[in-house]
């Protein structure tokens, strides 16, 4: 499967710890990105800055759906379902 682009859910949904060039201390989950544009996209796609959790990630259809809300309320659900308490 392909990204679509522009549809930033996973650049949203999730926390990530590691840092990001504008985020030091990383991102916290439902957080937007301070590199995803306003047609989210990254800004560091393909890039050596860009973090290795991002660049690992890897669409899949059961993961994005059919449609960016599918994507976002799947990654926020798996999210929620992963979360140290």
């Known amino acids: 499967m392909q990204c679509r682009l522009g549809c930033g859910a996973c650049c949203i ?3 990530i710890s590691s840092p990001i060039p504008g985020m030091p201390a990383g991102k916290p989950a439902g957080v937007r990105c ?5 047609r989210n996209l990254c800004r560091l796609f ?6 290795e959790v991002c660049a690992a990630f890897k669409p899949d259809s059961d993961i994005c759906g059919g449609t960016d809300q599918a ?3 799947v990654l ?4 929620a379902a992963t979360l140290r308490r």
């Not at 301070?34 to 306003?38: K, P, R, Y």
């Not at 926020?76 to 999210?79: A, F, G, I, V, Y």
């Open 46 to 51: 393909g890039r050596p800055e860009r973090p």
């Open 76 to 79: 926020t659900e798996l999210e």
């Open 34 to 38: 301070i590199q995803l544009d306003e």
């Open 13 to 15: 949904a999730p926390s």
């Open 71 to 73: 994507a976002l309320r």
